[in-house]
Every structure is written in structure tokens, then in C-alpha cells.
């Protein structure tokens, strides 16, 4: 889809679709949707279930789409998004803008009326943390940026389960939390191999202010406090051994990747490989949740 040129009454519509960052979107959502999923012990509520989906998935692009229109400057100067539809003139700011308030509204309209006031509410601070306070103020001032801001990435999988139950409990939060621990050495991993680049840009990302072999200290530690807090499902019993077995293996893996990375000093030699794994791990992870959750509930049935 990604590849298609749609032109409609003259509009690129492959640029618009380019502003959402749709494989960033796609494992949000995902990860919503797994929220929803894991809060229905039984009958899945299709209607509200395909409303928050695509609520949620707007929101998240219309994020994505901020994010475009206000780092253009950036993605200007960075290599690795100077492709970008805004830096080559492919679309206009204004354009852009409009684009990603529309989405904005839409996803809030879907969302308070066929979904629930608070999934609403909560969308709508997720996405004004992401694109206004991560991306306007934590990105240009603080090198723990991804930190702080990592809240907004990390609630699709409550937001999903708030759409099926209209409240947040103890589950929904651990999901957040494991993808709130998960951020920081997902990004710094690739915040390494890019630390020239931020530093032209004037970014205060960690391997700028502090250094590589610093931001290793810190992936590593990460990785370690999330392999801690993805066992906690199993811990109070929301999951049962098939994700407990996921969790670990994939655990150990960003382990070892951690740690590959971590002895090869001040390069960024294998920096790459471990964003990439980071990414494959929370898909994984989140797969295993739901394998985990239906594999119980067969059993149920059978016992």
C-alpha cells in the first residue's frame, strides 16, 4: 500500500499517507488493539471494538503528522529524514497541518461517540504529550526527552482496554509500563548511530550531552528493568506459562543485544541491529500476550 501513488483531483495522496508514519502507527495500534483483546474474557463488542480501533489509529497519525510539521526544520537537516514529504517540498506546512488537525478531530468524534468519554479524554492527552510537549518542549531541552515523553508512546494498550471497560485497573497499567520501560533503549539505540546528525540538528539527545559509552550504561540498565517488569503479568496472574516463556526468551535476546552493544565502546557498531530487535521484541511480546490469553481461555473451555 505504502508503494501506491493514489491521485486524487491532483492531491499525492502517498505523501499524506508518508506523514503518519504508518509502520510506527501500525505497532501502536497493534499494541491497542492487544489491550482490547486481553480486557474481554468473553464476547468481543465488534462495533466499539472497530470504532476504537480506527479512533485510536487516527489519533496516532494525526501525532505522527504533527510531528512532521513540527520538526520540518530538523528533518531537514538529519539524514535520515530529509526524505520526508515537507523537507522535499512535497507538500506544504499549511497543508500538513490541516491534514493532521483533521485527523485529530475525526479520531475525537469517533472516539466520544461510539467509544467512551474517557478513552477520548485520555487519547486526546496522549496526543497533545507526544506532539506538543515531547516534540515542541522535552525534544529540544532535555537529553532525558524520550523519558519523560515516552508516556505518550506507551498508552495505546491502555487506551484500548479503557475502550472495552471504560476504566483503567492494574493490568492496563503494567501494559503501559512495559512499553514506558521499553522506549528509552529502543530510541538511544538508534539515537547512537544517529548522534552526529542530532547533534547538527541542536537536539540534546543523551549520546550528545552525555556520550555513547554513557547512553550504553543506560540501554543496558533499561533493558535489564524491563526484562523485570515484562514478568510481572505472570507475577499477579494476568498471564499464564505461554507468555511467561515468551517474555523470557525474548528478555534474554534484548539481553544479549544490550550487551553486545555495550562491550563495543565508543562505536555504534551493532546499534542498528538492537533498535531492530527492540522493535521485534515488543511486537513479540505483544503477540505472546494474546497467545497466552486465548490459549487460557481454551482451557477453560475444555476443563
Known sequence: MNQLVLNLSGINCSQYYALCKPKVVYLIVFTAVVGMLLSMPGALPVGTFIAAT??????????????????????????????????????????????ALG????????????????????????????????????????????????????????????????EVNTEALLLFLIIFIWTPPHFWALAIKRKDEYAKAGLPMLPV?????????????????????????FVIHMTGIVYLSGAIVLGAGFIY?????FNTGKSDEHSMKTFGYSIFYLSALFAFFLLDHYARIIIRLFS
Open 103 to 166: 485527523l485529530a478531530v475525526i479520531a475525537m468524534i469517533i472516539l466520544l461517540v461510539w467509544v467512551n468519554t474517557l478513552t477520548a479524554i485520555l487519547t486526546f492527552i496522549s496526543l497533545v504529550g507526544y506532539a506538543v510537549i515531547y516534540t515542541m518542549y522535552l525534544k529540544r531541552s532535555t537529553p532525558q526527552n524520550i523519558v519523560l515523553g515516552g508516556a505518550a508512546g506507551a498508552a495505546p494498550p491502555l487506551l484500548g482496554w479503557t475502550a472495552m471497560t471504560g
Open 257 to 261: 543485544h544490550a550487551v553486545k552493544l
Open 209 to 233: 550531552t552525555h556520550g555513547v559509552i554513557f547512553t550504553k550504561w543506560h540501554i543496558l540498565l533499561y533493558t535489564l528493568m524491563l526484562f523485570s517488569v515484562s514478568l510481572m503479568p
Open 54 to 99: 480506527l479512533g485510536i489509529g487516527l489519533a496516532s497519525a494525526s501525532g505522527a503528522a504533527l510531528n512532521h510539521w513540527v520538526d520540518q526544520r530538523i528533518d531537514n537537516i538529519m539524514e535520515r529524514t530529509q526524505g520526508r514529504p515537507l523537507p522535499q517540498g512535497e507538500l506544504s506546512s499549511a497543508s500538513a497541518l490541516t491534514f
